[in-house]
C-alpha cells in the first residue's frame, strides 16, 4: 500500500471507475430525444385490400342501389365509375374503357384474378361486369382514418 503515491485507496477506487466510464463506447445510439412537452401524432389508414371480389359477378342483388342502376342505365352506372376513378364522363365511350375500370379495381385493391377473366367477365357480361366493379369500389372505398395522440410522458419533458 506504500506504492500508490500518496493517493488514499478510495482515491484510486474513484480514479478508476471514472477513467473506465469515460472511456466506455456506447453500444447503441441514441434514437430518441427528449421533447418540451409536445405530444407526436400517428395518422392511420386502413384500407381492406387483397383477396377475391367481395361479391361475385352475377351477384347484383347484393346491392340494391347498384343493382337498379346496373338494370336500369348501365352506362350511367359506368359513367360514375369514371367519375369516381376522376376520368372524364366521356371515358366510357371510349373502346376497352370497361376493361380498363375493372382491371384498375382488381390492381388497385389487389384482388385475385387474371387479365383473361377481365376480358371475359367485361365482353361476355357487360351489364354484370360495370355492376361488379360499382360493388366492389363502393365497399372498399370506405376506408377507416385513425388519429392517435401520444402524450409525453414525464420522463420525456425538459424542466
Known amino acids: 500500500m506504500s506504492n500508490l ?32 412537452g409536445v405530444g407526436t401524432s400517428t395518422v392511420t389508414t386502413v384500407i381492406r385490400t387483397g383477396g377475391d371480389w367481395t361479391t361475385g359477378l352475377f351477384g347484383i342483388c347484393s346491392d340494391k342501389s347498384v343493382c337498379v342502376c346496373g ?57 354484370f361486369a360495370v355492376c361488379q366493379v360499382a360493388r366492389e ?5 370506405t376506408t377507416q382514418i385513425y388519429e392517435i395522440n401520444t402524450a409525453p410522458t414525464a420522463k420525456d419533458t425538459l424542466v
Not at 380498363?100 to 351489364?127: F, N, Q, S
Open 137 to 141: 369500389l363502393k365497399r372498399r372505398a
Open 5 to 36: 503515491g500518496g493517493k488514499s485507496p478510495a482515491s484510486l477506487l474513484y480514479f478508476i471507475a471514472f477513467f473506465s466510464i469515460r472511456n466506455k463506447k456506447p453500444t447503441e445510439p441514441v434514437t430518441t430525444q427528449p421533447t418540451r
Open 71 to 127: 338494370a336500369l342505365c348501365s352506362p350511367c352506372l359506368e359513367c360514375n365509375l369514371a367519375r369516381n376513378y376522376g376520368e372524364c364522363l366521356c371515358f366510357p365511350l371510349l373502346p376497352g374503357s370497361t376493361l380498363a375500370l375493372r382491371v384498375g379495381a382488381r390492381e388497385k385493391y389487389k384482388i385475385r384474378g387474371t387479365l383473361c377473366e377481365d376480358w371475359m367477365a367485361v365482353h361476355c357480361c357487360w351489364p
